[in-house]
């Protein structure tokens, strides 16, 4: 988007990824999706935002059996509230613009097809395709679009961290 001309403003909780972020166009901002003054400071830092892609998460590796509660809240909580909380705070603006388009990260791993150990992530990721399509409905009428995209595997830091800790990479 940058490419093209587009300000893109990224934002993430580790600012050492941050700082890998250079080019024109790009400017960066530490932001925690887990509380809203954080994501509220973000986007008032960022000004009028056009386009979002909601993309924070984590990802659960296990069962039903193998999750606790603590790891099920923090996947909620980034993964589920934070795009909420996002939303809450961009939305606001796009209405007065009549104008903005919301682009949702899900996974296939979610409502799209089961994957063998990754329970609570599939479910936080079938969570978002449901509040991407309710934020879809209530807001077309407004010029809003809201979309979820749902790719399989991804290559990423943390696929990387998380095949290093298994050996497999």
Do not use: W
């Amino acid at each position: 988007l940058a490419a093209a001309g587009a300000r893109v403003v990224a934002t993430d909780i580790d600012e050492a990824n941050l700082a890998s972020l250079t080019g024109p166009g790009i400017e960066t901002c530490r932001m925690d999706v887990r509380d809203a003054t954080s994501v509220a400071a973000g986007v008032a830092r960022a000004g009028d935002v056009d386009i979002l892609f909601n993309c924070a998460g984590c990802v659960h590796h296990g069962t039903v059996l193998d999750c606790t509660d603590a790891q099920l809240d923090l996947a909620y909580d980034l993964n589920v509230k934070g795009m909420v909380r996002t939303l809450r705070a961009v939305l606001p603006g796009m209405l007065a613009r009549r104008d903005g388009c919301i682009i949702n990260m899900s996974s296939v791993a979610s409502s799209v097809k089961g994957v063998p150990v990754r329970c609570v992530y599939a479910t936080t990721k079938a969570a978002v395709i449901g509040l991407t399509k309710s934020v879809a409905a209530d807001y077309v009428s407004h010029g809003i679009r809201c979309n979820a995209i749902c790719p399989g595997t991804v290559e990423t830091p943390s696929l990387e961290g998380r095949l290093r800790a298994q050996g497999d990479y």
